[in-house]
């Protein structure tokens, strides 16, 4: 439900706007990249799709902490990688996978492929 609610706000957002928060630090592209379940065979950052954002909206942030339904804590961690198949045009894939907060074990993951149409 957590990796579900996340990829929905990507689906609300104009193809130019699915990206996440530049820079270092915690809760930044550069940790996310370090994880082993990161887009599935791609080089990590060097596709990594990312923009300054002016305001950190859970659509922007890389990782997260946050409370499901359960009451308990959960981490997820956004992915957004551009990608353009043998014969088609660019698009943007985006991985949410939660984990538990303690551990990070992975509990879920899910991508969508987001088309330049997509807006």
Do not use: H
Request: aromatic share 6%; glycine share 8%; hydrophobic share 40%.
């Amino acid at each position: 439900m957590l990796a579900d609610k996340q990829l929905e706000l990507y689906r609300a957002l104009n193809w130019s706007a699915i990206t996440l928060k530049s820079g270092t630090g915690a809760g930044s592209v550069t940790d996310a990249c370090a994880d082993a379940s990161y887009a599935a065979g791609l080089t990590p950052c060097a596709t990594q799709v990312t923009a300054v954002c002016t305001v950190l909206t859970p659509q922007c942030s890389a990782i997260q902490t946050v409370t499901g339904p359960d009451g308990i804590s959960y981490r997820v961690d956004s992915y957004i990688v551009s990608v353009t198949p043998p014969s088609g045009r660019a698009v943007k894939r985006v991985t949410v996978v939660v984990r538990k907060s303690t551990g990070l074990k992975k509990l879920a993951s899910v991508t969508s492929a987001f088309d330049q149409s997509t807006g």
